[in-house]
């Protein structure tokens, strides 16, 4: 988490397509931007639970009008597009008559609050309900760098061995193996960090949106509608390092199961209890 | 309601072999016979009749306890002899109904029942067997069922035949169908592994007897493209595609015949593939996909819904059924035919090295060196490549193509996708490509649901990210909306959808 430049007042949602251009004609300013991500989950201090409480009430907050708008900002569907501009515009208003703050309604209470709405009516759509349940953009916590590092180790060690073997086996000097193993050793490092920069996760309004990938980079959205199930689970190694992975399944038949590795507990837990409502508001059909 | 009992006998039969079977090779291999009189005729005797009543008395009970029922809401199966298992579908959650029957149990009448959920690999009900009225009648409540509506039922409702095949495109399908997959094998097999070891073992004639391999490889070539030409018009004879009440059905095969339906409301995408010979003489086949599996699947691989028709009859059908309008495909920058030519020389390179190393170890292939002569063909194979690449995406859909032998050509309309990607390797990051993924729910195989856009400008990439799910979140709502009209009445929006109440006459 080096302290990059600032960047932390770009909106925190997707780029808007002129950003994507710059991103990817000048690399740098993806590096930038991704401290800024990095800055955000070292300020926010995963590490103490306190720290976790505090953010858990003060994150679910109302987006500004910016991001309001970015979920239907498309260069390509103008026609489309007003049309839902309009209409989240109406939202905001909404937003404003409010009486209480969502800021100031503690976690139980936007829970009852959203249970409510989707009792009202089927398609529950208050605007409000579901920005509350919204995050902005977030790295992974920084732990799951251990984990990750403790398993490429154990590989990067069998790797070794093996190659010494075979080396062996040739008639080369067995010593090679130890260049092998601090070669692998500092490519396993930096793959690790990088893989822990280069993870992104957020719960948008209509999906989750993830970034990740070292190698192949990839970035998805997972449309609530099609949400079958949302799991967490905690392996042996994660237990041990407090890290939790919550896994969602789609129907889909590729990557049926999106998981967000490396997360606090607790946030996994809150995680899951977002995505569950946003899903149950977001009902639509059998979900294929 | 119980299983046909006359599917007893066939299911005594239908085991018979495999007993049989297992006698034969106790008789042959029992530790008594070693001195070639095995046992004796009695002893087998009683085996096969021990064997015989054992299968029949346990296909009695099994056909006897099986039950299925029809309730409001969902289909019932009572099964299992001594462990019973009780199984509820609900109506609304099939998605396919399909009626198989091969020679023998037309001959007694029979046909099995297969049902498809969206969940699960296997069929999640297969009623083996029940009559052939029986059969039709179920195919029938349960489409109707499906709907939520059994009030106005019209027995005799016009099947619009969308597609039927004729002996012109069976032949065509016959010569067209070949596994390509299967034909590289044997080639690759043969010539390289077949040539050496014939010339080790006749030393003077090296000369002619490399040439054997390859001839032999051509000859096998012929032999099973003959093959799976016959079985290809077996399988598909008689094919016609119906359009009932909001459902595809299909009916198909001379020996194995099939009956089966596909509800609009469920298919998922669409997939056109033309193989180069198909490609060549103007043909395509069409693939429906539902979350089920694609109809008539094996356990093989997947069958086409249409197997061969002129290729435009082929988009007029996918029209048809997803109103999918005319389809200009764009194509991805021309940098990334760099790409595949990088690609295709590092192939060349990396062959070559193998080979080299294989003298360099063992002394044989002296001309190794020849492997470099492939490089002749990585700037057509780029060039092929690159050119059968596109995507293209209107209102309502997006649809993507690549592939040289086989071309595919997935069409997905937005309501239909689960999640939508883009992806970039670090390969394709120097030339600013991406891949795009549209990720849908059918169940394809290997190469079937998603759409994939190769190597398209990044930025394209992301944009159409971003405009599939828009589109998509639109027609989720605009389709819950629908729902919530006419409840349960899918179709009918379907229908307005797809424009079906001007059906183009597809017959040319």
Same mark, same amino acid.
């Given at each position: ?288 | ?160 035949? #969308? !597609?039927? $095949?004729?002996?012109?495109? =069976?032949?065509? +399908? &016959?010569?067209?169908? *070949?596994?390509?997959? #299967? !034909?590289? $094998?044997?080639?690759?097999? =043969?010539?390289? +592994? &077949?040539?050496?070891? *014939? ?10 007897? =490399? ?298």
């Amino acid at each position: 988490m080096s302290d990059g430049p600032e960047k932390s007042d770009v909106p925190p949602g997707r780029n808007t397509a002129a950003e994507d251009r710059e991103d990817t004609s000048q690399p740098a300013n993806g590096d930038e931007s991704e401290h800024a991500t990095d800055d955000r989950a070292a300020n926010s201090g995963l590490d103490s639970p306190e720290a976790t409480d505090q953010r858990e009430q003060t994150e679910p907050r109302v987006p500004s009008e910016e991001e309001l708008f970015e979920h239907t900002e498309q260069p390509k569907t103008e026609q489309k597009q007003e049309q839902l501009s309009t209409e989240q515009g109406q939202h905001s208003d909404v937003q404003q008559q409010e009486s209480k703050p969502v800021g100031e309604m503690s976690f139980d209470e936007r829970v009852t609050a959203a249970d409510d709405a989707i009792r009202k009516s089927k398609r529950g759509l208050d605007p409000e309900q579901i920005l509350e349940y919204t995050t902005d953009r977030r790295s992974l916590a920084p732990k799951v760098q251990l984990e990750w590092g403790v398993w490429t180790s154990v590989y990067v060690v069998i790797l070794t061995l093996v190659f010494t073997f075979v080396l062996g086996n040739l008639g080369l000097d067995p010593r090679v193996g130890t260049l092998v193993l601090i070669v692998l050793f500092i490519t396993g490092i930096i793959w690790v960090t990088l893989r822990y920069r280069k993870w992104v996760y957020q719960v948008r309004a209509d999906a989750i949106y993830l970034e990740r990938g070292v190698i192949t980079h990839r970035r998805s959205l997972v449309p609530y509608v099609r949400i079958q199930h949302v799991d967490t689970r905690r392996g042996v190694l994660e237990r041990w390092l407090g890290l939790s992975t919550l896994v969602v399944y789609t129907a889909g038949s590729r990557g049926a199961d999106v998981s967000i590795p490396g997360l606090e507990p607790e946030e996994a837990r809150d995680l899951q209890q977002r995505v569950k409502e946003l899903a149950i508001e977001a009902e639509g059909g059998d979900a294929l | 309601m119980n299983l046909d009992p006359r599917s007893i006998p066939y299911r005594v039969l239908e085991n018979t072999f495999v007993i049989i079977g297992i006698i034969l090779f106790s008789v042959f291999f029992s530790p008594g016979g070693g001195e070639g009189g095995g046992m004796d005729i009695q002893s087998t005797a009683t085996f096969i009749f021990l064997g015989l009543g054992a299968v029949a008395l346990w296909q009695t009970a099994y056909v006897r306890r099986y039950e299925y029922h029809i309730t409001r809401d969902t289909f019932d199966i009572h099964s299992g002899v001594f462990s019973r298992r009780e199984r509820e579908i609900p109506f609304e959650r099939i998605q396919n109904v399909d009626i198989a029957q091969n020679i023998f149990q037309r001959a007694i009448g029979i046909a099995e029942v297969r049902l498809e959920t969206a969940g699960g690999g296997d069929s999640e009900a297969r009623l083996r067997y029940v009559s052939e009225p029986e059969a039709t009648r179920l195919q029938e409540i349960i489409s109707d069922k499906k709907r939520g509506d059994t009030s106005e039922r019209d027995p005799g409702a016009p099947h619009d035949i #969308l !597609f039927e $095949l004729d002996q012109r495109e =069976l032949a065509i +399908l &016959g010569v067209t169908s *070949a596994n390509f997959r #299967l !034909f590289a $094998l044997f080639v690759v097999g =043969l010539s390289v +592994l &077949g040539s050496p070891v *014939a010339a080790q073992q006749v030393e003077p004639r090296v000369a002619l007897l =490399l040439l054997l391999g390859p001839l032999v490889a051509i000859a096998a070539l012929v032999l099973l493209w003959i093959i799976s030409g016959i079985q290809a018009v077996l399988r598909y004879y008689g094919f016609r595609l119906l359009r009932h009440e909001g459902e595809l059905r299909y009916e198909r095969g001379l020996l194995q015949q099939y009956r089966g339906t596909i509800p609009l409301s469920k298919v998922q995408t669409l997939m056109i593939r033309e193989n180069f010979i198909a490609r060549a003489a103007g043909y395509a086949n069409m693939v429906i996909e539902t979350a089920g599996y694609a109809p008539g699947q094996g356990s093989d691989s997947v069958e086409s819904a249409v197997p061969i028709a002129k290729r435009n009859r082929v988009f007029e059908l996918a029209t048809t059924i997803e109103g999918v309008g005319e389809v200009e495909f764009q194509s991805p920058p021309k940098r990334a035919m760099r790409r595949y030519i990088g690609r295709y020389t590092l192939i060349v390179l990396a062959v070559t090295a193998i080979l080299a190393g294989i003298h360099l170890q063992t002394g044989e292939l002296a001309d190794w060196y020849l492997g470099l002569s492939l490089l002749v063909l990585v700037l057509p194979a780029a060039y092929l490549k690159y050119v059968n690449l596109g995507y293209y995406y209107d209102e309502n859909h997006v649809v993507t193509q690549s592939g040289f032998w086989t071309r595919r050509t997935t069409i997905v309309p937005y309501y239909r996708v689960q999640t939508v990607s883009d992806s970039q390797t670090i390969f394709q990051y120097r030339h600013n490509l991406g891949t795009l993924v549209v990720d849908t729910a059918s169940s394809g195989g290997f190469w079937g649901g998603d759409a994939i856009a190769l190597d398209i400008h990044i930025d394209d990439a992301r944009e159409l990210r971003e405009l599939v799910h828009d589109r998509f979140q639109e027609s989720a709502k605009a389709r819950l909306a629908g729902d919530e009209e006419g409840a349960f009445n899918e179709q009918s929006s379907q229908e307005d959808n797809t424009g079906f109440d001007n059906t183009p006459q597809l017959s040319d």
